[in-house]
């Protein structure tokens, strides 16, 4: 895999694109996801002292985040990171419906109710296909089941609403 030249990133720069990683798989875009990978390749390559496209332990050496999360990284127990080791991993759906259940569901009763979809324009106008059960609200299996149809029959949407 080859990158693009080299951008300087400051150490208290590099600091924050890894702290923000979390975030990048909430992505609001797919152009965001990109922007912000192409920001991960450039620290990346920075942090690389020898070129070998692994960041060994001593290279992360001054990186408060790497240094302390370098075995969780490092997935393989290789000794070392590879750049998609640093990449934002996609949320399982069955961690995207809990989010957004319980960013939608405002009186935490577990489920959400056409009053609470009002601030989700997708959501009101999938509702009545996604409340399979017709009991006016939609729950958590209820939403799994429904992106998991629509996955299968649109592979390419890849989460987009």
Avoid: C
Wanted: aromatic letters at 8%.
């Amino acid at each position: 895999m080859r990158f693009p030249a080299p951008v300087r990133i400051k150490p208290r720069h590099a600091l924050v694109l890894l702290w923000l990683w979390g975030a990048a798989a909430q992505a609001q875009t797919p152009q965001e996801l990109r922007t912000y990978e192409q920001r991960l390749q450039q620290l990346f390559q920075q942090l690389d002292r020898n070129g070998n496209q692994r960041l060994e332990r001593n290279e992360v050496q001054g990186h408060p985040y790497l240094e302390r999360h370098f075995e969780r990284l490092d997935q393989g127990q290789r000794g070392f990171l590879a750049p998609a080791d640093l990449k934002p991993g996609r949320p399982s759906a069955d961690e995207r419906s809990k989010r957004f259940l319980r960013k939608a569901d405002q009186n935490r009763d577990g489920r959400v109710d056409r009053q609470e979809a009002e601030r989700f324009p997708w959501l009101q106008r999938q509702f009545n296909a996604i409340d399979r059960n017709g009991d006016g609200s939609v729950e958590r299996s209820e939403l799994k089941e429904w992106g998991h149809q629509r996955r299968q029959a649109n592979p390419s949407a890849g989460g987009q609403r």
